[in-house]
């Protein structure tokens, strides 16, 4: 028996999707996909990768105009699938953020983390 779960995110471009997957250490897999739960089931995906130790696959499908997360987390501890989601998140808002900024002429002068995980980004365009 499978346990999928469809989360909707706020993603939209894909690219954005594979550079935050890629910075986060992830190798994803494109094209038209099967993920795969612990019980047998599976679900169409477009981008697909597999969390590490675990070895369970995490999907991306696009509907309407955003992407959805489709895995089966069931039997993993809950932190897993919320350390997963915040980080792709974050990571995906950052790069979102700076493609979008650099489309607008702006170039990253600096980055930061902050200690407490939030991402300070120091733009600069030049008139």
């Known amino acids: ?60 499908r696009k509907m309407d105009e955003q992407y959805e997360i489709v895995a089966d987390w069931w039997g993993l501890p809950a932190k897993v699938r919320e350390e997963f989601q915040y980080n792709l998140m974050q990571r995906y808002a950052y790069r979102a953020a700076l493609g979008m900024l650099t489309e607008q002429g702006f170039s990253l002068v600096a980055d930061e983390t902050q200690k407490d995980g939030q991402i300070h980004l120091t733009m600069r365009r030049m008139a």
Do not use: C, P, W
């Open 1 to 60: 028996m499978s346990h999928f779960t469809r989360l909707r995110t706020q993603i939209v471009k894909k690219n954005y999707l594979l550079q935050a997957l890629k910075d986060l250490g992830y190798t994803a897999e494109e094209g038209e996909l099967t993920v795969h739960a612990v019980g047998g089931g599976r679900q169409a995906a477009e981008v697909k990768v597999r969390l590490g130790m675990f070895g369970r696959e995490v999907g991306f």
